[in-house]
């Protein structure tokens, strides 16, 4: 009985572990992410010139100027996808639903 009590306790103190190891690996990769986001505009592999981009950070990375197109880009590290509002905004572009205005301070 006091054995069961014990293995008891010791599993869910190792599963509290386990449960914090993987906490601190999402906040590692979440935080590697966004360091290489800022860096990913002068990588080699990056296709376009980067000082014709300018970085918003969120809710997608920034946007590059083309003589012929702006394009709104999002860097994405390893296997992570679309986050749910990223995904919303990707279907309003390909739709068509993009604008440009103009306001003035009176």
Not at 19 to 37: C, D, H, P, V, W
Not at 40 to 46: E, I, K, S, V
């Amino acid at each position: 009985f006091k054995w069961g009590k014990k293995m008891n306790s010791w599993a869910r103190a190792e599963k509290a572990k386990t449960k914090a190891q993987k906490s601190r690996n999402r906040s590692l990769s979440t935080r590697y992410g966004q360091i290489t986001e800022q860096f990913f505009p002068f990588m080699p592999c990056y296709p376009y010139d980067s000082k014709e981009f300018r970085m918003l950070g969120s809710p997608i990375d920034g946007v590059q100027f083309e003589d012929d197109k702006v394009i709104l880009i999002e860097f994405k590290t390893a296997g992570s996808g679309l986050s749910k509002r990223q995904r919303k905004i990707k279907k309003l572009i390909d739709r068509g639903k993009v604008a440009f205005e103009v306001y003035r301070a009176s």
